[in-house]
Every structure is written in structure tokens, then in C-alpha cells.
């Protein structure tokens, strides 16, 4: 298929020997990695650390193979995939072919191929492990979207079980909020930018809602580490200094990410894959905002527009239980979400963005 496809010399060569093995467990999950470089494995098992400790007990497993070589596939006619609204650019591309799909990363020129018994990653892969990160993710998130899990765009931490998640669209402040709730040392972290949600049949009282975080570090801006102080010190001095320097507004919108491992700055054993959703609040501030910040009660059979944040396309890696791959455009409807909602608290944060002051207020719904 690769070579009927891509028609690369190697390319079957190279999945032969990819000799090099891991097995990562997540929840009820296994992905078995083969490459055929050692050290690209050592980064991914390095990078899934805090996820590792433990060998969970696994129903289903899946093989990934991840093969470094030059770049592949840029003669080929790529089908654009749609972009979420706002965002610009051509990023990613698709070709179908029988029992799958690849996926072409333009930027990085890295060739994905997603299908249900194993799925190959092929190009530059050591120098974009984010990307490799990724499609072993979206195999994590398909699994559970085949059973009947809910895809929500927020961040999240968990409390003794109990999660709340943090919801807005791209440069919200999200991720920014829930690493600044994570300085309370009983808070666990869930998910920093994709959240699996099910309504159950369990009341409300009795923890009614399933959700499953990502198993993905926080990818931050440098924003979020020049305001936090224990955080501060990824960023090089130099860089530092240089953001100092930028308007408020230029600093919110730059896109430069960096990798946060929890463990590492905020203690061991404070992160956690799955809990029962509490709440869930909804960022609907303003940098241009005079209003105090301020937390309010949302009645979703009224105001259902109002978690219109929340709501995340399955993406170009999603396969159903049948292996077809879903409409690109396709979005589960608000009514959807409310109702996997149902059991859960939702709030609005409006008025100027305020970290502090939405600590405060978070703080006081426990």
C-alpha cells in the first residue's frame, strides 16, 4: 500500500527494519511503537514519562511504526484539509487509499498513515517529535471516539476524582488558567488541550459524567512562562528580556511553544488520564475588558451558545468502527454537547482576563 501510494524507494525496506521497540500503556490502551532508530524511541518514552509508571491493564493494543528517513510524498496532488475557522494557510493535506488515509504535514513535510491495524509515520521524524506525538494520540483519541466518547477542545485539572475543565477557543488563555490552578498542591493535571467527555446514566450527585484527558504536556507560549514565576526558567534569560519588551497584545498573540513537564515543576505524581467531570467553565474575557473579572452560573437549556468553544472537530485521523473516515467538516451539534453536559456544572468567565482573580473564584466553587 505505502509503495502503491507514495511509490519511494526504501519505504517498504525501512518498515522491515524497524527493529526498535517500546510499548506504551495508556488507561486501557496500548500502542506498540516500532522505528528504526533507538534514540527517536528514547524521546518518546521520555516525553511519556509521567504516564509510564505503572503497566495498566490493556483491552485493546495497536503497532505504530515510525520511520526516519528524508521527506516523502511532495510531488504528490494533496486534498487540502479544512481549517478551523480564522485560521489561515495551508497546513495539512490527505490522499485516501484503500483501508486508510495518509495525511501530509506541509511545514515539516512529515507523511502519516492512519488505518485501523497499524499506522506508519514517515519522514524527518527526530526533529518533529510533536508531530510523531500526536499521531500516537490520535490513536488514543479514536479509540475512544469509537466508544462513544465526546471530543471537547479544554484544558483541565482534577481534584480527588473530580475534574474541571477550562474551555475557549485557540490563544483563550486556557492552558495558561489551569497550569495557574495547578499551584494548589491537591490539584492533579488532566488534559491541557483536548478532553474525551460521555454522559453516563449516573445522577449528577453520583458523578455522571466520564472524561479522559490527552496524554500530552502542556504546549504553552511564552507568555504563560514569563507570568509564572516557578515556570519562568524554561525560558532562555535572553528571551526573557526580549518579551519584556512587547505590548501586552503582542505578547498574547505569538505563537512560540514550549513543552511543560508537570512532574518536573510542579511535583511527582500529579498527573492523572481520567476522572468524572464537575464543572466546566467557559473563558469569555477580554484583554480590552474594563469589567471586573467575575464567574457566573450558565443555564445551558437558555444559553447554549454559550459553550460554542468547547465543540472540536475528530480531525483527518479519525476512524470509525467500521474504519471509514468521518466528513472533515463534520462537528457534533451544540444540543450534543449540552446533553453530554448534563451532569456537569457550567460556568462563564467574562470581563478583563485576570489569572489571579480567576484562581480566587475557581477556588471558591470547591
Known sequence: ???????LPHVNEALSHCDETIRLHFADLSVIVHSNEAMLLAGIADYYRSYLKTEAHTTTSLNLYVME????????????????EGKQGRKEGYLDVAGGRWIKKFKTGMAFLQRPDHAVAVGPCASNLAQ???FINNQFLNHYLREGFTLGHASAFCVNGQATAIAAGSGGGKSTLMLRCL????????????????????KKADGGTQTIGLAKLPRVNPGTLLHAERLRHILPEARQQA??????SELWSLEEKYDVQIEDEYGPNRVVLAANLSRLIMLDWSLDSSEAT????????SQAEVIEGLRKRPGPFYQDQSGEFADLNAIDSVAHY????????VYRLTG???????????????
Open 352 to 366: 478583563k482576563i485576570d489569572f489571579d482573580r480567576a484562581y480566587e473564584l475557581i477556588a471558591a466553587l470547591d
Open 132 to 134: 510523531i506525538i500526536n
Open 243 to 248: 518579551l519584556r519588551q512587547m505590548p501586552q
Open 69 to 84: 528517513q528524508n521527506v516523502v510524498g511532495d510531488e504528490l496532488d494533496w486534498l487540502n484539509v479544512p481549517r478551523e
Open 294 to 301: 467575575q464567574l457566573e452560573s450558565v443555564d445551558l437549556s
Open 1 to 7: 500500500m505505502i509503495k502503491t501510494l507514495l511509490n
Open 183 to 202: 499551584e494548589n498542591p491537591e490539584r492533579d493535571f488532566l488534559t491541557n488541550d483536548r478532553l474525551l467527555l460521555k454522559k453516563t446514566e449516573f
Open 338 to 345: 449540552c446533553s453530554e453536559l448534563a451532569n456537569a456544572d
